[in-house]
């Protein structure tokens, strides 16, 4: 869902001629070794993008972000090494553009490095994302989007993303920010969401995908996207999109897509 959307936002901004910034706060190494000892013993892939893969009639607002995926090598036939956000907002944007990837871990940095080689457009640096958001906004080019998806290690992670918006905001208030979260335990991510609504920006939007109801805090039931200034189609586009994935990615009772605006 998260790919699929930055696809859709990334496309959205190339409708326009003049250049745009993505900066990715959390980035990572840039992809997943699906044949890793980590990603064998949990096996998400097989009940995630692996489904989505072998559907015979994809949803439409997935094209953008199964194309990319396909010309970056990844695909039914050789599902080997996922491409993470960094790869995908690289292989979507064009010469024109510029992109930022931010991630402290020095091993981890240098491996989301080699992925780009001599590619001027983009570039990686070794820092935290929140300082990030401090020391790279407003970018030039005034049009772009922030992801911000962190590891949610710590209770304090959602305090911190409403805190980081609203001073992210106060530089680029015209940016596209979307922040992903996890659901897990339901009194920690809906405060969150609820704090957002009372006191964040206009024109955030909501966008939650539930594979399954669960009464369990330690079991993530789902995911959510929190959409500040999106493309004006987009809340229509995750909504079918959503519902189709919620459909086709159940793993139990109360899978379902939810998909509103917290503040229009």
Sequence with gaps: MKHATLALIINHLKLKEKSF???????????TDLGGI????TGEFRDGIARILADPSPHEALIPYLTALGELGFTAATPTTY??????AHQLTRPQDRLCFCELHPADAETLRGHFHRDRRAKVHEIDGYSALKAM???KERRGLILIDPP???????????QEIELSLS????????????????????????QLEQTGPAKT???????????DPTRMSGCGLIIINPPYTLPDQLQS?????????????GARARVAWLKK
């Design 21 to 31: 910034f993505v900066l990715d706060t959390h980035a990572g190494t840039g992809a």
């Design 171 to 194: 530089r680029f208030e015209t940016g596209t920010f979307m922040v992903w979260y996890p659901i897990k335990d339901p009194s920690i991510s809906g405060a969150f969401v609820d």
């Design 83 to 88: 491409p993470g956000s960094p790869l995908i």
């Design 241 to 253: 999109l959503f519902t189709w994935l919620a459909t086709r990615l159940a793993q139990g009772p």
């Design 205 to 215: 939007l909501r966008a939650e995908l539930f594979i399954t109801a669960s009464d």
């Design 38 to 41: 980590e990603a064998q013993k």
């Design 152 to 162: 949610f290690e710590q209770r304090s992670e959602f305090e911190q993303i409403l």
């Design 137 to 139: 906004l407003p970018p």
